[in-house]
């Protein structure tokens, strides 16, 4: 860390044209943390672009900058984003560890020869940037960030450093993926970012509303059908499952993020240890995996479903139909019953 602190503050010492990019489907870490980091480049006078591969979900619409992102996936934006990526002399990579979590953006980054900047907390990453930022026991990508420039300011005052608006795009970040901080990669560490962004007067049950209550009345109508029609759950495995068809998307006109967490209501079921989802879109099947205690849904998302991400959160990729896809799900469970079992 600190090397490639020293490194990164001699090479931020003179104005850079930057990209900022996340993984494809964006949650509020990815974006927070980048928002949060773009805003403070721009503040040290660099040119910065943000760019997000797919579309992001409403409710994150009001982080601070993000009216300035382009999205890859649009039309409109790639031609924008393919220049703005050949003209960079930095390119930040944001809450992945892979390029092909990019989609089609991947090949873009990989290709383009400005260096590498990879921040992230997921494990086993690949070695494609020249500077890492890398901690698999942070709690979020937003808490490295702001490690991160705490390092860079050496001893300034917290309040110099971060405003409402960047400090708010980290909490979000922090906040979200740890559950609001109920999840066991909650740390000394994780609240003492935390109380140090706090110091920027940011209300922070504002950005909790917004996030988590801020919903159309359509997505909680969608809820409600998922949790009544779609929640099965297996006693037997302490495992409980949902599997949602393009079809059942089109029907309730269902929009990039809004499935997004209801994977986690799975393990509010007394004695369910693990809750799997299967979203049928766009020709493939994405996976979102949760899990409580010692069970590691990340070795089985990398195993049979080309997936990875955290030990009690992950998710992968199919290009199986969906009934297939469930129908590999259910016949690896008894290799892993007793493992389900033996969880406190």
């Not at 943000?50 to 649009?74: C, F, M, Q």
């Not at 390029?99 to 400005?114: F, H, I, M, T, W």
């Not at 309040?159 to 795009?169: G, K, L, V, W």
């Not at 993926?177 to 560490?189: A, I, K, L």
Request: net charge negative.
């Amino acid at each position: 860390m600190n090397q490639t602190v020293e490194e990164l503050s001699s090479f931020l010492s003179h104005p850079q044209k930057i990209i900022i990019t996340m993984h494809r489907d964006p949650d509020a870490d990815a974006l927070g943390s980048s928002l949060g980091w773009a805003s403070y480049l721009i503040k040290k006078g660099h040119e910065v672009t943000v760019i997000s591969p797919t579309d992001y979900t409403a409710n994150l619409r009001w982080l601070a900058g993000i009216e300035h992102v382009l999205v890859y996936e649009k039309q409109a934006d790639q031609v924008k984003c393919k220049n703005k990526i050949a003209q960079a002399t930095l390119i930040c990579c944001l809450d992945f560890s892979a390029l092909s979590r990019l989609k089609d953006l991947g090949k873009v980054v990989e290709e383009a020869p400005a260096p590498k900047l990879m921040v992230d907390h997921h494990l086993e990453p690949e070695h494609f940037a020249k500077w890492m930022v890398w901690d698999t026991y942070a709690a979020a990508t937003a808490q490295l960030i702001y490690k991160l420039i705490k390092e860079l300011e050496g001893n300034s005052p917290v309040t110099e450093i971060f405003d409402i608006p960047m400090a708010e795009c980290l909490y979000a970040g922090i906040m979200t993926d740890t559950g609001s901080f109920r999840h066991g990669n909650v740390t000394p560490e994780v609240h003492l970012a935390v109380a140090d962004l706090m110091l920027t007067g940011f209300d922070s049950s504002r950005v909790h509303r917004l996030i988590y209550d801020n919903a159309p009345l359509s997505r909680l109508q969608f809820l409600g059908y998922v949790l009544s029609q779609k929640l099965v759950v297996l006693p037997q495995y302490r495992t409980a499952y949902m599997v949602l068809t393009e079809a059942e998307l089109q029907k309730f006109n269902s929009s990039t993020g809004e499935t997004e967490g209801i994977v986690n209501y799975g393990l509010q079921v007394e004695n369910v240890v693990m809750s799997a989802m299967f979203i049928e879109r766009k020709g493939e099947v994405k996976i979102s995996f949760r899990s409580v205690g010692t069970f590691s849904v990340r070795d089985l998302a990398s195993t049979y479903f080309n997936g990875g991400g955290h030990k009690n959160a992950s998710g992968g990729r199919s290009e199986q139909s969906v009934s297939e896809t469930v129908a590999t799900f259910l016949n690896i469970l008894p290799g892993y019953q007793q493992e389900l079992l033996n969880v406190d």
